[in-house]
């Protein structure tokens, strides 16, 4: 079991920026993937980002260029940097992780989708406003 716990959301304005954090416990040492997802109310699940055991990356489109996804292995937490951030950005981000041995395959051949995830967390909300 992996019990992940977000912080860092809040309300800030269009342009600015905001660092969101993941911290992971448990049987940490077993995930392959880890990834962050948003939810805008009324909308699908969105892959926002994904970072391998490998260290590779993968973004969604929506995101790209403006998010950062890193990780600190020492401190077994889960980054997402926020850089220009948009009105649309604003949803419920979740971060996830993965014990599934192939997860890096499923990303990086169909992109950052919610399949491969096991474990959730509770999610901290971000709000962009004009």
């Known amino acids: 079991q992996v019990h992940l716990v977000e912080s860092g959301g809040g309300s800030v304005q269009a342009g600015g920026s905001l660092r969101l954090s993941c911290a992971a416990s448990?049987?940490?040492?077993?995930?392959?993937?880890m990834g962050w997802f948003r939810q805008a109310p009324g909308k699908e699940r969105e892959g926002v980002a994904a970072?391998?055991?490998?260290?590779?990356?993968t973004y969604g489109e929506s995101v790209k260029g403006r998010f950062t996804i890193s990780q600190d292995n020492a401190k077994n937490t889960l980054y997402l940097q926020m850089n220009s951030l948009k009105l649309e950005d604003t949803a419920m981000y979740s971060c996830?992780?993965?014990?599934?041995?192939?997860?890096?395959?499923?990303?990086?051949?169909?992109?950052?989708?919610?399949?491969?995830?096991?474990?959730w967390g509770q999610g901290t909300q971000v709000t962009v406003s004009s």
């Open positions: 970072i391998l055991n490998d260290g590779a990356k």
């Open positions: 448990g049987s940490t040492a077993s995930t392959y993937c």
């Open positions: 996830a992780a993965s014990d599934v041995e192939s997860c890096g395959v499923y990303i990086q051949n169909l992109g950052v989708r919610a399949v491969p995830f096991s474990y």
